[in-house]
């Protein structure tokens, strides 16, 4: 059995896998206009333990007065993004933290087709191996959608709450801190159980 769906990584307990937790920031909302302004990634153990933490500003020509409304949501400028790293050593040092991680994402269709978007415009091939989403995971618990399943909301009924919304890094860091709540709640204590639940 494979460690992952895209991958080729022997499979490991789960007390031994590792989740790498990603958040971005974009210019919008279609992965064919729009691109990642900011990447956050977190290091997990499968007990909620934080290994490493990443965060950079990408740095982008197309951003500017077109994209007022992404602007209003994060408040990124062009000032924060000339700090930050070429999309492509950015690519490949997200590569380097994912490796033999569980790819996960509160909303993983959205922050993985970004960045799969960006790996073929530059050329940078992105490894991914899962992906695990928070967003599903909660759906899965609410199957009448009585309940509101963005991340805060999610967050607030484990008891989590960030004081930086739409930030790269404080978003992944809270999708780390609810991730073991969610596992606890599907009773995931196998590779197997979780491997289940891959998909975006």
Known sequence: MDFARDGGVRVKPLSETRFAVVDTETTGLS?????????GAVIIRHDGKVEHEFVTYLRRR??????VGAFHVHGITRRQLRRGMKPTEALEMLNVLIADCIFVAHNARFDLGFLRADSARLGVPLKVNGPLCTLLLSRK?????????????????????????????????????????????????TYEGLSAHFGA
Do not use: C, E
Not at 31 to 39: A, E, R
């Open 62 to 67: 197309t951003w500017g007065f077109g994209h």
């Open 141 to 189: 618990l609410d199957p009448q959608r009585t309940m509101s399943h963005k991340l805060r909301d999610v967050a607030a009924r484990y008891g989590k709450s960030t004081d930086r919304p739409h930030d790269a890094l404080a978003d992944a860091q809270l999708t780390a801190a609810v991730l073991p709540s969610l596992l606890a709640a599907h009773n995931i204590t």
């Open 31 to 39: 992965t064919d206009d729009d691109v990642v302004l900011q990447l």
